[in-house]
């Protein structure tokens, strides 16, 4: 029974397109994240989501919106799509917000592997 | 702006043998540490913590230290076994968490 579910797995897409990644936890979590793999493997935050509420928005483009219906679920639609913005994108949810805490670290999807051509 | 490093992309040890792999930090706020493995295709699960009113955390053939003073903080595992073989992943806290870039292990048979 997979925790963290994000679909699609792959996704490759052309330049100015938009696309939506899903992202579905069955944790029972209070707090959802989406973070970007880059092509130096650094995993960075982007938002986080808290009973439907955002709590972070690092820096990135406003082309990229989360959308939560509810707290079991946190999409992300990317508006306008750059060759910059390939990466592999993971999904995450915790218990208690930031996982810093013992009995709270992050659960992650498998991720999704965006290509823009 | 990395807050979280791991200077060594890859380790290479041979089985039965202690793997130790290094992190280092210069938030002075973190106040939780993490490591987390990744193998391919499939995304970061959690391995082990440690409070940064600690020194060290054991859990089984994972070892997590931390020094707080050199902001420095190793995961050892031993006896290191070919399914070890994986990204390893250092995340600190201190409410929102920050990851390194990973050190891919190998172990050897």
């Known amino acids: 029974d997979t925790a963290v579910s994000q679909t699609p797995k792959y996704l490759v897409t052309q330049m100015g397109n938009d696309k939506s990644i899903k992202c579905e936890q069955n944790l029972g979590h209070d707090t959802m994240y989406w973070y970007k793999q880059d092509s130096k493997k650094f995993l960075k935050i982007m938002f986080s989501y808290n009973n439907k509420e955002l709590i972070i928005n690092e820096t990135v483009p406003n082309r990229f919106s989360p959308k939560s219906p509810d707290k079991a679920h946190l999409n992300l639609h990317i508006n306008s799509l750059e060759l910059g913005d390939s990466a592999v994108y993971f999904c995450a949810s915790s218990q208690v917000f930031g996982g810093s805490s013992y009995n709270s670290p992050l659960h992650f999807g498998n991720g999704t592997r965006l290509t823009v051509t | 702006d990395q807050q979280v490093k791991q200077n060594s992309p890859s380790l290479s040890v041979q089985e039965g043998r202690i793997s130790i792999l290094n992190c280092d930090y210069t938030n002075s706020m973190f106040d939780y540490f993490l490591w987390y493995k990744k193998y391919p295709a499939e995304g970061p699960t959690f391995l082990i913590s440690i409070s940064s009113i600690k020194d060290k955390n054991e859990d089984g053939r994972f070892t997590v230290f931390l020094n707080k003073s050199a902001k420095h903080l190793s995961l050892h595992i031993v006896p290191s076994q070919p399914g070890d073989s994986a990204v390893y992943f250092c995340?600190?806290?201190?409410?929102?968490?920050?990851f390194g870039a990973g050190t891919r292990l190998t172990v050897k048979p």
């Open positions: 995340a600190a806290s201190s409410g929102d968490m920050r």
